[in-house]
């Protein structure tokens, strides 16, 4: 079941991003960040250290090398 959604999961985030141009599994949202961000590396990250995690990071930290490889040859997706 879905809880509330994360704060930071808006226009800014890269995750959200990703996901709307169709780069990233719905399991990542529906896990994460419809999850109001419960277990997520990326919030964690920012909210403890104010760290922004790369586009290409995903909500368990881990690295996207699909993202990664298109934020390398066009800046961003």
């Excluded at 809880?3 to 169709?22: E, F, H, I, P, V």
């Excluded at 990233?24 to 961000?37: A, R, S, T, V």
């Excluded at 919030?43 to 586009?55: A, D, M, T």
């Amino acid at each position: 079941m879905m809880g509330k959604m994360c704060q930071w999961y808006n226009q800014t985030s890269g995750m959200k991003r990703a996901y709307d141009k169709g780069l990233l599994d719905k399991k990542w949202i529906e896990n994460y960040c419809w999850n109001g961000g419960n277990g997520c590396i990326r919030r964690k990250r920012f909210e403890e250290e104010g760290y922004v995690s790369p586009n290409y990071i995903l909500p368990d930290g881990t690295i996207d090398k699909k993202l990664k490889e298109i934020i390398k040859s066009k800046g961003n997706f």
